[in-house]
């Protein structure tokens, strides 16, 4: 028990010590996550278009022979 007392103890101690960011930055980092996820879910949505799209045509000329 006095190795979880003094655990918890380390732990509020650590907790003192950090910084915490501010209100504003943590909106932008969220919105600039949020943006960025948006961004590369578009980009790997058309690159799956255009594979879907060419592996298409690539077993449509198959079927055709």
Do not use: N
Request: proline content about 2%; charged content about 25%; glycine content about 6%.
């Amino acid at each position: 028990m006095d190795k979880l007392t003094e655990f918890l103890k380390g732990v509020r101690d650590e907790l003192r010590r950090v910084v915490w960011p501010k209100k504003e930055t943590v909106i932008k980092a969220t919105i600039s996550v949020i943006i960025f996820s948006l961004v590369v879910g578009v980009y790997l949505w058309v690159l799956d278009l255009g594979f879907t799209k060419i592996i298409s045509f690539i077993l449509s000329l198959r079927g055709s022979l």
